[in-house]
């Protein structure tokens, strides 16, 4: 792809779209950088500090005049400033397409809608843990683009998003994977099968050569293995598979081509995994047929504390447990916190909607959480959805939902925080939001 002298539009002055005109400027493009907010919602330190890139705020639509337009992962193709440029037939790419189409170092690529960056930050450690040289990036926070011209990795590991999907088009994994499909993002892909199709197309473009990781369990992922001509290897809590890795007597077992056998018990896995099975085959299935070795992996996995803002222990402060998952935004996320513990639960909910299902939460919260706070814009459909549940309170800041789950959790309770919704109507992001939380609960000590 030439970019020497050529026109190009990035839309979206976030993380991607500054490392994306970055990228370009180098190769010799004449960038606009644009971007719907005015310029005073940018500090100095956020805007791009290439002279050769031009800035423009206020507008997300681009010229007539460019040649090639690139879309931030938060730019929904559909979008209206986007119908003009389409019909004059000016190529649309997304920043992963683009980094794709320059990167000469086999992909290791992981989506679903929980248990993605647990997944690749498990799997980049225990490559790394193998000697072999993995980087992980994508939509766990540093852009696939700036990694193209900084080293060559044996592997790069990428987190992948539905939004990231939407504009795939020659990106292939030379082993890909799909977590889990639950009702996410509701509010751009309308409905969960449009989502599930664009998680699927991760597998575009495999061949033979090539693997997919797909969750058994689940109906939308089972069936992404129809009309695949890559190696399918499954992994699954309930069911042995023919090849793959699945769990039986409490232990993760593995078939894989004509090597099977026992990966480890899954009491020997560091206990913030030990709730993530999931994760933990699939990471095993990935960094295996990486070429990694199966005592480095059982050794990783008896280390691996966890991630931040995910089910993240904070303190015990009066025999009460408070937990930050932060990064659950969505319903599904819920579900798997929830679940998770066995005591008494004081559940703080609530934040910016997705467009999912409150109401598929009630039966468990009225078996398991004892008393619900609910933050943020989500509040009243939260409400509604959830009638007859627990007892609800509102509060009008994070603050106030500390102190009243303090007020009503006693000695060997949980106070869980997993929104379940997006953080943007009060916070800047999911870790914004985890550690406010963090220091608010520091605050009750
Ligand atoms: N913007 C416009 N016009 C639009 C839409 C947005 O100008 O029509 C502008 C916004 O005003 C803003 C900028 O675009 O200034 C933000 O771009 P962005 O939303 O694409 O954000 P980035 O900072 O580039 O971060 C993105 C991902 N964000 C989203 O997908 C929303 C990050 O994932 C990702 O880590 C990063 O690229 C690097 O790949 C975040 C996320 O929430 C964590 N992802 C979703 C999720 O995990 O559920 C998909």
């Not at 990694?147 to 990231?164: A, T």
């Not at 598979?241 to 026992?262: C, L, P, S, T």
């Not at 819920?334 to 997705?354: R, T």
């Not at 509060?395 to 959790?409: F, G, I, P």
Request: proline residues 4%; charged residues 25%; hydrophobic residues 35%.
């Amino acid at each position: 792809m030439e970019l020497k002298g050529k026109k190009i539009t990035v839309i979206g002055m976030g993380i991607t779209g500054i490392e994306t005109a970055n990228f370009l400027a180098l190769k010799g493009a004449e960038v606009d950088l644009i971007d719907s907010r005015l310029r005073e919602a940018f500090s100095e330190l956020s805007l791009p500090t290439n002279p050769k890139i031009k800035t423009t705020f206020g507008s997300s639509t681009p010229s007539q005049n460019t040649e090639m337009v690139v879309l931030s992962p938060g730019v929904d193709i559909e979008s209206s400033q986007l119908q003009e440029i389409k019909k004059q037939g000016t190529p649309i790419l997304g920043e992963i397409e683009l980094a794709s189409r320059f990167n000469r170092i086999p992909i290791i690529a992981v989506t679903g809608t929980n248990g993605k960056t647990t997944t690749v930050t498990l799997t980049g450690i225990i490559l790394e843990n193998s000697g072999i040289v993995a980087r992980t990036g994508g939509n766990i926070g540093t852009p696939f683009i700036s990694q193209i011209e900084i080293d060559s990795p044996n592997y790069r590991v990428l987190e992948i998003s539905s939004f990231q999907l939407e504009t795939t088009d020659q990106f292939r994994a030379h082993i890909a994977c799909v977590l889990n499909v639950t009702p996410d993002h509701l509010n751009r892909h309308k409905t969960i099968e449009e989502y599930a199709r664009f998680k699927e197309r991760i597998a575009n473009n495999q061949t033979k050569d090539d693997f997919l990781i797909l969750n058994a369990d689940d109906p939308y992922t089972a069936d992404m293995s129809k009309g695949k001509t890559s190696n399918i290897l499954w992994f699954s809590l309930n069911q042995e598979v023919q090849q793959g890795a699945w769990i039986h007597n409490e232990k993760i077992m593995f078939r894989i081509g004509d090597q099977e056998g026992e990966v480890c018990n899954l009491k020997d896995l560091n206990p913030s995994l030990r709730l993530q099975a999931e994760n933990a085959m699939a990471a095993f299935l990935l960094s295996y047929l990486a070429g990694a070795n199966l005592s480095t992996i059982q050794k990783t996995f008896s280390e691996f504390s966890g991630l931040e803002h995910r089910l993240e222990k904070v303190a015990t402060i009066e025999g009460i447990d408070f937990i930050n998952d932060s990064k659950g935004t969505n319903i599904g996320s819920m579900h798997k916190a929830i679940n998770s513990f066995s005591k008494p639960i004081v559940l703080i909910m609530g934040g910016q909607d997705k467009g999912g299902d409150f109401s598929t939460l009630k039966t468990l919260l009225k078996n398991k959480v004892k008393n619900l706070i609910l933050i943020g814009e989500a509040k009243e459909k939260i409400k509604q959805s959830l009638n007859g549940t627990p007892p609800k309170e509102d509060s009008d800041s994070l603050k106030h939902a500390v102190q009243k789950a303090m007020q009503h959790a006693v000695p060997g309770d949980v106070v869980l925080f997993s929104p379940g919704c997006a953080s943007f109507d009060m916070f800047k992001n999911y870790e914004d939001r985890g550690n406010q939380f963090k220091k608010l609960v520091g605050d009750l000590k």
